[in-house]
């Protein structure tokens, strides 16, 4: 079961730092950690993207692919785990690359990215799935009942709603 993103439970928990949930989810094994959602994200992007490394830590010991795989953005595992600025989370990474004998893409280093710590209350990029200001929302008010949201940055590399014909608004 996915929504309409193609996002399972399994991605939602990763996302928002659910660690029991996903723990349960993964012993199950009903979902595939390889599950990629509408932007070509899996459960560990999700993850990683909003610095959950108790849950990057569970997904990478359950065998979710980690290196030599991009999203949808082109993006790497280490280039979000850098952007986010969450060391921890690029430290798991690195020493997963060390025990398996992957190899770490040298990502540049994300250039004029401003982090918006996790947060529950907060709206959340569609896209990228992390954590937006009320200010920086685009939104469209047809998709998923008016509630699709885009972040500014995610809006100025091109990405929009499922539907080419929409017009985003902006929040501010």
Avoid at 1 to 25: C, I, P, Q, W
């Amino acid at each position: 079961m996915a929504d309409n993103k193609r996002r399972t439970a399994l991605f939602l928990a990763s996302r928002s730092g659910y660690h029991d949930v996903v723990e349960v989810l993964i012993t199950l094994g009903r979902i595939p950690l390889e599950s990629t959602d509408w932007y070509g994200s899996t459960a560990l992007f999700a993850a990683v993207r909003n610095g959950h490394a108790d849950v990057v830590e569970l997904l990478l010991a359950a065998g979710a692919m980690a290196f030599q795989v991009q999203d949808g953005f082109g993006r790497t595992l280490t280039w979000w785990a850098r952007r986010t600025g969450n060391s921890g989370v690029l430290q798991l990474l690195v020493q997963h690359a060390k025990r398996t004998g992957s190899s770490i893409h040298d990502d540049l280093n994300p250039i004029g990215t401003i982090s918006i710590p996790f947060s529950h209350e907060s709206a959340w990029c569609d896209a990228c799935t992390l954590s937006i200001s009320d200010s920086s929302v685009c939104y469209c008010k047809l998709c998923d009942g008016g509630d699709f949201d885009l972040c500014a940055e995610c809006f100025s590399i091109g990405i929009r709603c499922r539907n080419c014909m929409h017009v985003l608004l902006s929040r501010t």
